[in-house]
């Protein structure tokens, strides 16, 4: 879940002097749990500020920016998406800014750097043992396809064996946050590497932008997980459509959110899906996965989380999931913070403002049990042992208790792997971009035999 910096993801009208000083690009560095995490920020004046962020150890994405204001030395950047913002003020040499990021619970001092952007390093120097390079062995296509219900047109990659005949075929679904078609965050692409493996499999890969990414249209923003299900039905429906697939074997394999996503629609019953693969996909009442993803986030930084604290979070999440308006909420959960000194002051804003985004609201309410239950056709679902954002226990432990006890299906624990699927010491996120391998090669040629047993 990756709506922070960490598991990834209003300019104001200005003196000429001071605001074209701000114009270019810009690098500073944060330290996460023991990771350092550059930021780079592209700023650009013409007749109104624009820009975009980048955070290249975990994405290639420039993301845009919702505000920007620069009034005289001082300049303020926000990304509502991510609940991000960042406030400082240029040095006399108009060479550095000096202020504070926040997000979340996250504050700190941040000095950014101005920079010739050929010097930005964008492509970090960690070992990939799984990169994918062409040629490749198999057929691969760029394709375009509609959410015809919202007019928004997608795109993505085919990738298909070059051999006649009709094969399995799968639509890849990404997890929370703003993804592109291979899934691109702390320096590693697991959908381009999961598609590569499963095509040599001989199984058909459709993978795509999510909306408002790379070359999709839309704006994510302001998408739900149930806008983004129907995002993966127009791919679905796609697919069924290339001659070479299999149309009693068209599947979903989603990570996170977008196992989610597999499980709502395999519950919804939808027609042309004959199966699904959920990845570290949450099987538990979504406040209650939240409140262990705090728990688990916390031991593995080596703390623990105040009574107090916890109890907070908890009756925030309450808050986010009722049907009072944005505003209403927003007060309750203000007045609600006030149980923790300090808590409701303005430092706390953007953590506040990321509960009471659609998604987040709508997210918090999700049960998945309720969809399990209901599912019929066949499912493979995998859970890392040291996944501290989707917990293994709980979430395998609902999953076997709910879902329709059938031959063909298959729940598994990998006991070294982390959210990512991948293998992992402590399965801390700050490990995310120092491991090499992208995605379990086990878990993959698990993934590929099952498919192609249905």
């Known amino acids: 879940m990756k709506k922070y910096l960490?598991?990834?993801?209003?300019?104001?009208?200005?003196s000429l002097s001071f605001g074209q000083s701000f114009e270019g690009t810009w690098e500073g560095s944060l330290e996460i749990q023991g990771m350092e995490l550059p930021l780079v920020f592209e700023l650009k004046y013409d007749g109104e500020w624009k820009g975009t962020m980048q955070s290249p150890k975990q994405s290639k994405q420039k993301?845009?920016?919702?505000?920007?204001?620069?009034?005289?030395?001082?300049?303020?950047?926000?990304?509502?998406?991510?609940?991000?913002?960042?406030?400082g003020r240029l040095s006399p040499d108009k060479?550095?800014?000096?202020?504070?990021?926040?997000?979340?619970?996250?504050?700190?001092?941040?000095?950014?750097?101005?920079?010739?952007?050929?010097?930005?390093?964008?492509?970090?120097?960690?070992?990939?043992?799984?990169?994918?390079?062409?040629?490749?062995s198999?057929?691969?296509?760029?394709?375009?396809?509609?959410?015809?219900?919202?007019?928004?047109?997608?795109?993505?990659?085919?990738?298909?064996?070059?051999?006649?005949?009709?094969?399995?075929?799968?639509?890849?679904?990404?997890?929370?946050?703003?993804?592109?078609?291979?899934?691109?965050?702390?320096?590693h692409e697991p959908f381009k590497v999961l598609a590569d493996y499963l095509t040599k499999q001989g199984i058909v890969v459709l993978r795509y932008d999510e909306r408002g990414v790379g070359k999709s249209e839309g704006d994510f923003k302001t998408a739900t997980s149930a806008d983004l299900g129907k995002d993966a039905l127009a791919a679905i429906k796609y697919l069924r459509t290339q001659s070479n697939v299999d149309p009693k074997k068209v599947g979903i394999i989603g990570h996170s959110e977008g196992g989610l996503i597999a499980f709502l629609l395999a519950g919804q019953r939808i027609a042309g899906l004959d199966y699904i693969v959920s990845?570290?996909?949450?099987?538990?009442?979504?406040?209650?996965?939240m409140i262990l993803q705090n728990e688990?986030?916390?031991?593995?930084?080596?703390?623990?989380?105040?009574?107090?604290?916890?109890?907070?979070?908890?009756?925030?999440?309450?808050?986010?999931?009722?049907?009072?308006?944005?505003?209403?909420?927003?007060?309750?959960?203000?007045?609600?913070?006030?149980?923790?000194?300090?808590?409701?002051?303005?430092?706390?804003?953007?953590?506040?403002?990321?509960?009471?985004?659609?998604w987040y609201r709508y997210f918090l309410k999700i049960n998945p049990t309720t969809f399990i239950r209901k599912i019929k056709v066949?499912?493979?679902?995998?859970?890392?042992?040291?996944?501290?954002?989707?917990?293994?226990?709980?979430?395998?432990?609902?999953?076997?208790?709910?879902?329709a006890k059938q031959p063909k299906n298959e729940i598994k624990l990998y006991p070294n792997l982390n959210h990512l699927m991948q293998p992992a010491k402590t399965g801390g996120i700050g490990e995310y971009s120092e491991i090499p391998i992208s995605l379990d090669p086990e878990l993959m040629k698990d993934i590929a035999n099952w498919i192609k047993a249905l």
């Open 6 to 14: 960490f598991i990834l993801f209003t300019l104001f009208g200005c």
């Open 63 to 87: 993301a845009p920016l919702s505000s920007i204001k620069a009034s005289a030395d001082s300049i303020f950047i926000e990304m509502k998406m991510i609940g991000l913002k960042y406030s």
């Open 95 to 136: 060479q550095a800014i000096d202020g504070i990021i926040q997000q979340g619970g996250l504050k700190a001092p941040m000095r950014m750097l101005k920079k010739d952007p050929a010097t930005i390093v964008t492509d970090f120097p960690k070992v990939r043992s799984q990169k994918v390079n062409p040629p490749y």
């Open 138 to 187: 198999y057929d691969t296509l760029d394709v375009h396809f509609s959410n015809t219900a919202e007019k928004i047109k997608f795109a993505g990659t085919i990738t298909k064996p070059k051999g006649e005949g009709r094969y399995p075929a799968v639509v890849l679904v990404n997890g929370s946050g703003p993804l592109d078609r291979n899934s691109a965050m702390y320096g």
């Open 279 to 289: 990845l570290a996909g949450p099987a538990i009442r979504i406040d209650s996965l």
């Open 296 to 358: 688990a986030l916390a031991k593995n930084s080596g703390t623990t989380i105040d009574p107090k604290q916890l109890a907070m979070i908890k009756r925030n999440y309450e808050i986010s999931k009722s049907n009072l308006s944005t505003e209403k909420a927003f007060e309750a959960i203000m007045t609600n913070m006030k149980v923790i000194p300090g808590s409701q002051e303005a430092d706390f804003a953007d953590q506040i403002a990321v509960l009471i985004t659609p």
């Open 378 to 403: 066949p499912v493979f679902a995998a859970y890392g042992g040291k996944d501290v954002q989707v917990t293994s226990t709980e979430n395998l432990e609902s999953l076997t208790d709910n879902l």
